[in-house]
């Protein structure tokens, strides 16, 4: 089955930096990847994602960027907000949709003023 | 819309006790999970169902059963409840790939199940 690795466990950054999280997935066939974000004690909730027919994509400040061919991806927060403090999960989808994911293990991002 | 629903939200239990954990969603999703989420493990997929009356198993399926009488509803049950079960569980739904519709999965609020 997929495999998905996400690095790093932890991250902070002063509050207008950029915040990059990274992930690697195992089986190729994967072609769908979003992100979660969930705040202390709440649910997760989709921020953006990405098909495998995209390099890039972007929302405000946010951006997420697919290199099929080393299976990775990336989310990149850039001019960081207190609020966007919360862990980030990705994941990884063979279906090109949101059935069937598997995500990674979580980044804690905290943003300090 | 309440979206996705869960009950209880706390529950402690003690070794070898049961309980049913329910999951209800108002959007006529087709797909339904449990996941189960634990500290530097992020989600795992315990079961999942593509449609009313069908299961499945996900990545760490022992120790529960499911069931998906209607459409709204998933059910997570626990026989013999385990300390290894103590976790936050969470319910989710989305539409089925075949429906090509909005691509999210819909998180429930989540039940803190502690098994003393």
């Known amino acids: 089955g997929e495999n998905v690795e996400q690095h790093p466990s932890t991250l902070s950054v002063q509050e207008g930096d950029s915040a990059v999280i990274k992930c690697t997935y195992s089986d190729s066939a994967s072609n769908y990847f979003p992100w979660y974000k969930q705040e202390l004690g709440k649910r997760p909730q989709l921020i953006i994602d990405i098909r495998s027919n995209v390099g890039e994509k972007k929302d405000q400040r946010i951006a997420v960027t697919l290199n099929k061919t080393a299976k990775h991806f990336s989310l990149h927060i850039t001019e960081t907000q207190p609020e966007d403090s919360a862990v980030y999960f990705c994941?990884?989808?063979?279906?090109?949709?949101?059935?069937?994911?598997?995500f990674g293990t979580g980044t804690r991002l905290q943003v300090t003023l | 819309n309440a979206g996705v629903t869960q009950t209880p939200k706390f529950r402690v239990l003690k070794t070898g006790q049961s309980m049913t954990l329910l999951c209800a969603q108002d959007m006529n999703h087709e797909y339904m999970y449990w996941y189960r989420q634990d500290p530097g493990m992020g989600l795992r997929l315990i079961h999942y169902?593509?449609?009313?009356?069908?299961?499945a198993k996900g990545e760490v399926p022992d120790g529960y059963n499911v069931s998906r009488l209607k459409k709204q509803n998933f059910l997570l049950g626990l026989e013999s409840a385990a300390p290894s079960q103590t976790s936050v569980y969470f319910c989710?739904?989305?539409?089925?790939?075949?429906?090509?519709?909005?691509?999210?999965?819909?998180f429930g609020p989540g039940t803190r199940l502690t098994v003393l």
């Open positions: 989710a739904s989305s539409y089925s790939p075949r429906e090509g519709r909005y691509n999210e999965q819909f």
């Open positions: 994941a990884a989808s063979p279906t090109g949709t949101a059935s069937k994911l598997t």
């Open positions: 169902s593509v449609g009313e009356g069908t299961t």
